[in-house]
């Protein structure tokens, strides 16, 4: 298997909903990362785990709360959000962190209105 | 930190020709660099990639060359054909360092 999956494919929210984004790899990769990505704009890396620990959380507002249950899995849990952070939300996966090839999964179109 | 920079931001060619992106990058220490195409609504998807002890990689219709020195990396597509459009993308990242930072991207067109 060398897929990294994402659900939902899309999804829309109020901003008073609480929701997940869900991401899962079963490629045996130990780093796993949150991206945030606007039209045509390349990706903004908001969250790095590395062995299900987080590495590097990029000054994302708390509104946005990561979580790695296991070696396979990363959700992001959505609560509060705002217009503007309606994006393409994509995860992906590295054999390790830093200096190694990312696949990313097909994201989670997100619409916050 | 790194930054890389990416040129052209749109490169319109015709179906047949060649395409060059060319990015630098600022960090003597990155010595990764992969290359995604992005197509529209879609995932970015690895298309090539290059580590700083090999100064060209080839695969079929792409190639990506590397210079050190000068701390650039260029990506070249022959034959272009129209499912070659896309946003691509480069990137530079190293071992000791950060995670993938990205170039701001080529819209490439390829008309028939």
């Known amino acids: 298997d060398t897929e990294v999956t994402q659900t939902p494919k899309h999804l829309v929210m109020g901003m008073t909903n609480k929701k997940s984004l869900k991401c899962e790899q079963h490629m045996g990769h130990r780093a796993m990362y949150w991206y945030k990505q606007k039209a045509k704009k390349p990706p903004e890396l908001m969250f790095v785990y590395s062995y299900e620990k987080l590495s590097i959380n990029e000054s994302v507002p708390s509104r946005f709360s990561p979580e790695c249950p296991n070696s396979s899995l990363l959700n992001l849990h959505l609560h509060a959000l705002q217009p503007e952070d309606s994006a393409l939300y994509l995860c992906?996966?590295?054999?390790?962190?830093?200096?190694?090839?990312?696949?990313f999964g097909p994201g989670t179109r997100l619409l916050v209105l | 930190g790194e930054n890389v920079e990416q040129h052209p931001s749109t490169l319109s060619v015709q179906e047949g020709d060649s395409a060059v992106i060319k990015c630098t990058y600022s960090d003597s220490a990155s010595n990764y660099f992969p290359w995604y195409k992005q197509e529209l609504g879609k995932r970015p998807q690895l298309i090539i990639d290059i580590r700083s002890n090999v100064g060209e990689k080839k695969d079929q219709r792409i190639a990506v060359t590397l210079n050190k020195t000068a701390k650039h990396f260029s990506l070249h597509i022959t034959e272009t054909q129209p499912e070659d459009s896309a946003v691509y993308f480069c990137?530079?990242?190293?071992?000791?360092?950060?995670?993938?930072?990205f170039g701001k991207g080529t819209t490439l067109s390829v008309s028939s």
């Open positions: 992906a996966s590295s054999q390790e962190y830093r200096g190694e090839t990312q696949y």
């Open positions: 990137a530079a990242s190293n071992q000791a360092g950060t995670a993938l930072i």
